[in-house]
């Protein structure tokens, strides 16, 4: 009897030692592989300058399972929560985000324009681009409004990466404020938001794309808590971007880990703290959730002056028209326009950039 105690004991010690040993080589294993992707990861960071995505692209960069495909820790809301929310949608497709600053005026991203600008009129732009508001869901519901006038911030710069990347659209009638529509009023401070606080950001964000198709966005308005990270850090995550530098424009922010990242967030996104307009979604990494490379956002007191001058000068769509074209040397030449591509442009390339508007612009596939 006690031979066989032995015995089993022996069996029981030897098992546990080899599945000691086992889980060892297996930890071993995984932390071999997990140390061979951080030394790849570090020699990508230096041999090779990481790349941008601007927001409205349409293109994510797919790194996670198929079944992982979701927004990093955003959740659902409504727009009785955010009645400042603006869905940008141009030529039936939603582009961007935008936020509500007066009864008809909408703040956005001026990249988010690049495309309709170029190959549409001014007094055209209405039967381009639209306004939804009132509404979760970008594609029902709500309010849709006519856009009848657009204007980019002087200082505007497309490359190497956006600057001044701020636009405000008139709304070609005033919206109606209630529960679910009422607009956001801009930060009047002098202090950019402080290293380690949160800003609210929401928005509709992407679930699944590759980098040549379009993405899928939620079919209800995300919104996430992302932490502001100090000009340093700032700095240090876009340090090896070819012609960018990190100035005090700019504030970035996101959560540790890649947990959360306005990446999946649409571009022209409003970053809030305490019911203030703190800055609006550029850029950001090419990675989405990527902690070292955060979204960036534009303080509220860079563009402040300008939404304010703005929404005075031109009461009328008219008057914005005419003002647009004389600060705007790009837009000068749309009044000769057939079917939305300048005249001046020779015939081959004006159906080119014709082709690749209307390919690139179908018609988004409504959400249940």
């Known amino acids: 009897m006690s031979s066989i105690f032995l015995c089993l004991l022996t069996l029981t010690i030897i098992y546990t030692v080899n599945g000691k040993l086992d889980n060892d080589i297996n930890f071993d294993e995984n932390r071999r592989h997990q140390s ?35 927004i990093r820790g955003g ?18 497709r939603l582009w961007c985000a935008g936020t509500i600053v007066d009864v008809n005026w909408v703040v956005t ?50 490359e190497p990466v956006p600057h001044a990347d701020v636009a405000l659209l008139k709304l070609a009638e005033n919206i109606e404020f209630h529960r679910h529509v ?33 993405r899928e966005h939620t079919p209800d308005l995300m919104t996430g808590r992302l932490k502001v ?15 960018f530098q990190f100035t ?21 996104a409003p970053a ?20 070292f490379q955060p979204a960036v956002f534009i303080k509220a007191f860079y563009f402040r002056d300008f939404v304010k001058s703005t929404i005075a000068s031109y009461k009328t769509t008219a008057e914005l028209i005419d003002a647009v074209q004389e600060i705007d040397p790009s837009l000068q030449q749309h009044e000769t326009l057939h079917e939305g591509v300048p005249q001046e442009v020779p015939e081959k390339l004006r159906d080119d950039v014709r082709n690749a508007w209307e390919a690139a612009t179908e018609p988004d596939v409504k959400h249940d």
């Open 182 to 214: 009422s607009l956001l009023k801009i930060y009047e401070g002098i202090k950019e938001p402080f290293a380690q606080s949160f800003v609210v950001v929401t928005g509709w964000g992407a679930t699944k794309g590759t980098d040549t198709a379009f």
């Open 272 to 291: 809030v703290q305490q019911n203030r307009l703190m800055g609006i979604m550029s850029f950001g990494p090419e990675r989405c959730g990527h902690e």
């Open 229 to 243: 990270r100090s000009q340093h850090y700032c700095i240090d995550a876009y340090q090896l971007v070819n012609g």
């Open 75 to 92: 959740n659902a809301t409504d727009t009785k929560n955010f009645p400042y929310m603006a869905a940008i949608i141009i030529n039936g």
């Open 36 to 70: 061979h992707s951080m030394r790849h990861i570090r020699r990508r960071g230096h041999h090779h300058k990481p790349g941008l995505r601007i927001r409205n692209e349409h293109q994510v960069y797919i790194t996670e399972p198929k079944t992982n495909l979701r």
């Open 109 to 158: 991203a001026a990249h988010c324009l690049n495309y309709v600008l170029h190959v549409s009129p001014l007094k055209t732009l209405g039967q381009y681009v639209k306004v939804r508001v009132g509404s979760s869901r970008p594609h029902e519901g709500g309010t849709l409004v006519d856009v009848a006038g657009a204007v980019r911030h002087p200082k505007f710069e497309e």
């Open 248 to 268: 005090q424009d700019f504030f970035c922010a996101s959560l540790r880990n890649g947990t959360r990242d306005a990446c999946l967030f649409d571009a022209g």
